[in-house]
């Protein structure tokens, strides 16, 4: 077993920390502030090939593998998670799908503007009344001629109105349950396809979060991802592999607040001493480092697998949940070692507490990781 | 036209480094993240840019212990297409004219109309590598370039001065140093990192240039490292605004003598 990563990976993890510090560190407290979608990031990071990283050449991707993904959605969440989200949903949650269950003609059509990362993507799962259980889709779809009509709405939709692509799940026959569902590939600018309320997020508030409306959308049937009744199976592998993203994004987001921690205890006095000498903060640096390298592992481990083309979904289950727990552990923690200074958003810590919560709940709650993983278990 | 291009980097310390001495007083270099030099970058960037613009090849070349091929590396993953590392045990301590001594060996084997270099080394800062090497071979050097202009047989640059800017025809090949703000340095993209493990990165030792240690025995020798005094606490001046002004003013003065 060889826990080294590769020199690429290595100078990957170099140029994304690098660029992270030059290009989001500046600008994420005024971004969280303002909740402007870091689209000036975004063309810039889409030129040094991060948008298709793990896309083969052929689609306009780079050919890089998952380990390289997760190291550049890692690097970017831990200096600003809003980007490191923005590159996971796109990534993970639109051009993923596309390319392991689009047809030939819908690859060489949609792929290589989002692996340039010329267009964003987004996906449309989640309604009101269709959580975790993705069977309470009220979204509808019906045949017309040599198309389709879709109407309905989806809610917390990632990158919602700043994407271009979209794809989205609606219910064809709601007898069937699951079975009934389809996933189609929207655009923006379909008559009928416009976006509702923006969310007012607690955190990851430049990423940006929409609700999409459709009234009467028609969409040609070349548009079909999969086919029709596969849309609950796309939508679950997608979100199997979708985790990694959320998992690095956590890992990224842990990472950054126990950096600040560390150094924040090693300067701070108080008593007379740097708070680092105290060994409730030692301990407590112990536990954060010791948590990251596990979690670390479990998100390598999963990538490791969807390089080899073997199952993913339990690895990346463990990894999204276990790296958001402790995303949201070492979080609460730094805060607390920073004391008063850490409420307030002069520091970081703060909004990188803010920003963890989500990923316990989205791309599945910690509680559904948990049905995902006892699942996998008791059918060994 | 073609413009073949030769890039002389130092891979140095990282600029929040903290610098540590060794029980034997030498700097320790264990556990510090290493850089490409920051001027050699901008030297790097503009050797690339010409190249996209006149087409041609860039060569990065460096001395230096085994880690220095991330450094190149680095240089072929923005674009760089070949890189030479001279690394040998003996050249463990060398000083400038050494590494003078040593590139001119190399450079002279290379085809170039340019050879580009960081105006100055952040870690012992002594910009001289660079000029003696152009010394070495004959060739005009001109340092601290703020901008390259590339012309048929020669090069207008820019270079700073004292309080302005001074424009210089010179003719090719010659040797620009780079100061900060002739460009804003790439960085190395994905696919860029994935191809430069391709490239050539040959690695030389002193036999392989035909050269002795004996003769590249360094002329400066180190005597001793110190570390800088620790800063002092600041001093707070109380008082209001008028008469605190006046007692600052009196204590630069008559105390720090810097008024």
């Known amino acids: 077993m060889i826990f080294d990563l590769t020199e690429d990976h290595l100078m990957m993890r170099k140029m994304v920390r690098d660029f992270a510090e030059k290009e989001c560190r500046a600008g994420a407290e005024e971004r969280d502030e303002t909740e402007e979608f870091p689209r000036e990031i975004w063309n810039k990071l889409a030129e040094l090939g991060l948008a298709g990283i793990s896309f083969p050449e052929e689609y306009g991707g780079v050919g890089a593998d998952y380990i390289a993904y997760a190291i550049a959605v890692e690097e970017l969440s831990r200096v600003d998670a809003s980007v490191g989200v923005t590159l996971s949903a796109h990534a993970s949650l639109c051009v993923n799908p596309i390319y392991k269950f689009g047809t030939e003609a819908q690859k060489t059509k949609f792929l290589p503007p989002l692996c340039t990362g010329e267009k964003i993507g987004a996906f449309g799962l989640t309604e009101p009344l269709a959580g975790s259980d993705a069977s309470g889709t009220r979204t509808t779809v019906v045949r017309d001629g040599d198309g389709y009509i879709i109407n309905g709405s989806k809610i917390f939709i990632t990158n919602a109105k700043e994407a271009d692509t979209y794809v989205i799940t609606a219910q064809m026959d709601r007898n069937k349950g699951n079975k009934g569902i389809s996933a189609f590939i929207l655009e923006k600018g379909m008559p009928g396809f416009t976006f509702g309320k923006k969310e007012k997020k607690m955190g990851i508030r430049s990423s940006a979060t929409y609700e999409l409306v459709f009234d009467n959308v028609r969409v040609p049937k070349e548009n079909l991802l999969g086919e029709e009744g596969q849309g609950f199976k796309i939508a679950m592998v997608t979100l199997d592999y979708g985790r990694i993203g959320i998992a690095a994004q956590a890992l990224g987001i842990a990472q950054g607040a126990y950096e600040a921690a560390l150094k924040y205890a090693k300067e701070r006095v108080q008593f007379g001493q740097p708070i680092a000498k105290f060994q409730i903060n030692q301990f407590k640096l112990a536990d954060m480092a010791t948590q990251i390298e596990a979690a670390r592992l479990l998100v390598y481990q999963a990538c490791y697998y969807a390089d080899q083309h073997r199952p993913v979904g339990k690895y990346s289950a463990m990894a999204k949940m276990f790296a958001s727990d402790i995303a949201m552990w070492v979080t609460t923690e730094a805060v607390q070692m920073f004391g008063g200074y850490g409420y307030t958003r002069e520091y970081p810590v703060e909004r990188m507490m803010r920003d963890a919560k989500i990923t316990q709940i989205y791309e599945g709650t910690n509680e559904i990781q948990r049905v995902v993983i006892s699942g996998n278990i008791l059918k060994e | ?259």
Do not use: H
């Open chain 2, 1 to 259: 036209m073609g413009v073949n291009i030769v890039v002389c980097i130092k891979q140095t310390f990282d600029t929040e480094a903290k610098i540590v001495l060794d029980n034997n007083g030498q700097i320790d270099p264990n556990g510090v993240n290493m850089i490409i030099n920051p001027y050699d970058e901008f030297a790097i960037e503009e050797g690339i840019r010409l190249k996209e613009k006149f087409g041609g090849e860039v060569t990065v070349v460096s001395l230096g212990g085994s880690r220095t091929q991330e450094a190149l590396r680095t240089a072929l993953a923005m674009g760089a297409d070949k890189a030479i590392l001279v690394s040998d045990a003996a050249l463990d301590r060398v000083d400038e004219w050494t590494v003078a001594e040593v590139l001119t060996k190399v450079v002279s084997g290379l085809a170039y109309d340019l050879i580009l270099a960081g105006r100055i080394a952040i870690d012992d800062g002594s910009s001289q590598v660079a000029v003696r090497l152009a010394e070495n071979l004959g060739i005009p050097s001109v340092s601290s370039v703020l901008k390259i202009e590339v012309n048929e047989g020669e090069a207008t640059v820019m270079r700073e001065i004292d309080g302005g800017t001074e424009l210089i025809a010179v003719n090719l090949p010659c040797l620009l140093t780079a100061q900060k703000g002739l460009n804003e340095p790439r960085y190395p993209s994905v696919a860029g990192i994935m191809k430069a493990k391709k490239k050539e990165l040959k690695s030389l030792t002193l036999q392989d240039l035909n050269m002795n240690a004996e003769d590249l025995v360094a002329k400066m020798q180190i005597a001793r490292y110190s570390l800088p005094t620790p800063r002092q606490g600041g001093r707070k001046v109380p008082g209001d605004a008028a008469a605190a002004a006046r007692e600052l003013a009196r204590l630069l003065r008559e105390e720090a003598k810097v008024l």
